[in-house]
């Protein structure tokens, strides 16, 4: 079956770090560009960032610029997000996609989707 798994979320104070995984399986990541995306209670599903197929690209929501750094290790068909200085706003479920291109982010629009990895950010 074609999947991408998270993982690496958990219960962090303000001001701490998480790494988030997000690993292919039955596929590989190499031609894709990937995208975090993240959802709060209540509220709608927003793009947080997104690095090209190539990792020469990346962006960010305006919320996250500074703290959170996406990356890509095609050899082993996974991404990561590594978050800092977490704020108790960053909590959400946080899910990895498949897109065609980072254009994506923007529509939520992509080939495949993980199943997300709650983050919680509290004191």
């Known amino acids: 079956q074609l999947q991408l798994v998270e993982s690496g979320g958990g219960l962090v104070q303000p001001g701490g770090s998480l790494r988030l995984s997000c690993a292919a399986s039955?596929?590989?990541?190499?031609?894709?560009?990937i995208g975090w995306f993240r959802q709060a209670p209540g509220k709608e599903r927003e793009g947080v960032s997104c690095?090209?197929?190539?990792?020469?690209?990346?962006n960010y929501a305006d919320s996250v610029k500074g703290r959170f750094t996406i990356s890509r290790e095609n050899g082993k068909n996974t991404v990561y997000l590594q978050m800092n200085s977490l704020k108790t706003e960053d909590t959400a479920i946080y899910s990895c996609?498949?897109?065609?291109?980072?254009?994506?982010?923007?529509?939520?629009?992509?080939?495949?989707w993980g199943q997300g990895t709650q983050v919680t950010v509290s004191s």
């Open positions: 996609a498949a897109l065609r291109t980072c254009s994506g982010l923007k529509y939520g629009i992509a080939d495949y």
């Open positions: 039955g596929f590989t990541l190499k031609g894709y560009a």
């Open positions: 690095i090209s197929s190539s990792g020469g690209r990346t």
